[in-house]
C-alpha cells in the first residue's frame, strides 16, 4: 500500500510538473488529456513505430527491452523507468544495446518521437512510448524515484 500511496503522489508531481490541470479533473479526463496531447505531437513524426503502456508492461515481463530516456537530467531525477538509458549512453555506445526492442520515452512523447524519427531514419528499428512516462504512471507502471521503485 505504502508503494502504491508514493507512486501516486509521484504521478502527482510528474503531472503538475508537465501540464496544468484542473483540480477537479478525473484520472480518466488526465489520461484523455495526455492521449490528445499526444495525438497532437505525432503529426510530427506520423511514421514512427509506437508501442503502448501495457504493451511495453508485457514486453518488459517477457523480453529483454531497451529504454531510452530523452528526457533532462532533471526530470530523470524526479521519475524514470526502472533500467533506462540516457539518449546520450545510447548514443555512445548504439551496437551494446541491441539485444531487444528499443523503446524510446520522454514526458508526453514529443520529444522521444521526435528521437524515434531520427533513428528510424539511420535505419535503427525504435519504438516511440505512446503518451511518454506520463501515460506509462497512468497504466500502472513503475518508476523509481530517489533510489527506489514505486
Not at 511495453?56 to 526502472?82: H, T
Amino acid at each position: 500500500m505504502k508503494n502504491y500511496l508514493q507512486l501516486i503522489s509521484l504521478a502527482g508531481l510528474i503531472m503538475m510538473a508537465s501540464l496544468s490541470w484542473s483540480e477537479t479533473s478525473t484520472d480518466a479526463e488526465r489520461l484523455a488529456r495526455i492521449n490528445d496531447l499526444y495525438q497532437d505531437y505525432r503529426q510530427g513524426f506520423p511514421n514512427i513505430g509506437e508501442v503502448t503502456a501495457d504493451t511495453l508492461n508485457l514486453w518488459i515481463k517477457s523480453r529483454d527491452v531497451v529504454l531510452v530516456d530523452v528526457r533532462k537530467p532533471k526530470e530523470r531525477a524526479v521519475s524514470q523507468i526502472p533500467n533506462s538509458i540516457t539518449q546520450q549512453e545510447f548514443e555512445d555506445h548504439p551496437d551494446t544495446y541491441s539485444q531487444g526492442p528499443i523503446v524510446i520515452y520522454c514526458t508526453v512523447g514529443y520529444r522521444s518521437g521526435n528521437f524515434t524519427r531520427d533513428l528510424l531514419k539511420e535505419g535503427v528499428k525504435a519504438y516511440n512510448l505512446e503518451g511518454g512516462i506520463l501515460s506509462w504512471v497512468h497504466h500502472k507502471g513503475t518508476v523509481e524515484h530517489e533510489g527506489a521503485t514505486v
